[in-house]
């Protein structure tokens, strides 16, 4: 039995993976234990709970492997500071002393941290160093269903690389192509997340979320003057107009004269028609970058499959028009698609390219990406108890019943059951549901239990059979990563006078059957619901949908905005109090809000950072 333990951490999103002889047995990331969102600490929760879950002390483990190279990192800090001297100097003298104290000694400092798991591990022949952006590139390809695939990974920058080309085959990969840093789609999609006044690394799917109430009015002007696209998608980005590679901001005033005001102060300023039409325009860009580069790809390759991580991988807006325009036979997008998935990518590509491991079969191996924590009853019932909660104990099948009538009634449910989902998305395990036939819905959710900007929309679960009786499209989309349009039937069509509206008041029309799901340009972030990955949550759509005709759910991550997604059934049960969630289901345990004493409940509003 050969155990391969994967790490990602001292950026963002840093989180631990295990593989036993291949297998992908857990993942999770580190924000999830900590409740701090996007941490980039050394997991060491997310690495305990891996090596519980294989049973297997570190001492036991036989190889450690880090997703990135420091000393790659470290030569494009001082290489960039050269070559933009005497710009950035300052960055350079604060980024310095972390980078000689700990950083570049990285192999030290892990020996260090390893140790506290385990006094007895001594062996840093163990541990291992991948590549930032083969890390993406194996999580992508080797988890995937296909035999052979070309690998688009884009980012905001890894060692020196941006965005790569790889070719996977069998059980090989290898990487044909890259751009380097300073030119990077993931950090000009960033500089424009920071302009409109949204948290960098945090808030560019607001970005994408507020691109369908603009027009792209800027779009030509990106492209005259920020970002040079070439007629195969490759690019270069004019770097007067950012302080990325020099200063300690994303945008300069040169930018901000381009496009005539400054960035948004989120604290005292209102998004404006004007944020959404830049938001439109970017996300328009974005889309162009990406499918110029699909299509370039798939003549230069003739490979009819594609497989997408990376950070700009979420931006499942792109991914849809990728998928739309036909290019590829077939797409797959790793989940956790953002670094916490550069831990599993590390510990693949150790066990194919080094080990030279053979793949033992295609099919989809991230399990649906349930790949975390899970509590028994008795835990469940404890911790209940421990925090005098009231709850029902039912079985399974009056479970279903119970949660489906409370959805069918319009009741804000949250749902926890089995292993947590690895990667930014909710996928039924830690969900919040809804009925998406409520025109009322999506508000409710926003304002009253995700504390979170109206505009946001929300994504549906779909049975995986029915995703072509309501959606233009007609594949497996288990992640939540594919954008298509609703049906045509399901369609209502705006009045004139609802054409005319701008913006924001374009979000209270009724646009679908399904409103509450059907974004401002009749688009939908679909997950399609698999019987073989997640039998309950199949069965609670199905009984739904015997119900009430619609095989459609409102499916929103389990969590108030700026918090990280639940981790255990008395996070679940602290963000019930703190909102204005109706009913909360974990394991076979059913709780009323009407039931629980009122002084549980929880001032939730203000505890997280907003992102």
Known sequence: MVSILGISAFYHDSAAAILIDGKILAAAQEERFTRKKHDSSYPFNAVEYVLKFSELKLSQIDYIVFYEKPFLKFERLLETYVAFAPRGFKQFTKSMPAWLREKLFQKNLLLKLLKEHDKSFNDEKKIYFSEHHLSHAASAFFPSPYKDAIVLTADGVGEWATTTVAVGNESDLSIKKEIHFPHSLGLLYSAFTFYCGFKVNSGEYKLMGLAPYGEPKYANLIKDKLIDIKSDGSFKLSQDYFDYATGLKMTNEKFHKLFGQGPRDSKKEKLTQFHMNIASSIQNVTEEVMVSMAVSLKKEFNIK??????????????????????????????????????????????????????????KDDMQGSYLGPSYSDDEIEKELNNLNAKFQILNEKEIIEKTSESLKNGDAVGWFQGRMEFGPRALGGRSILGDPRSPTMQKNLNLKVKFRESFRPFAPSVLREDVDKWFNMNVDSPYMLLVAEILKDKKITMSEEEKKLFGIEKLNIKRSDIPAVTHVDYSARIQTVHKDTNPKYYSLIKKFKEKTNCSVLINTSFNVRGEPIVNTPKDAFNCFMGTELDKLVIGNFFLDKKDQDSNLKKDYKNQFELD
């Open 305 to 362: 499959n594609l497989c997408l991580a990376g950070g700009v991988a979420l931006n499942c807006v792109a991914n849809g028009k990728i998928l739309e325009k036909k290019i590829f036979e077939n797409i797959w997008v790793q989940p956790a698609a953002g670094d916490a998935g550069g831990s599993l990518g590390a510990a693949l590509a150790l066990w194919h390219l080094e080990l030279k491991q053979k793949r033992a079969e295609y």
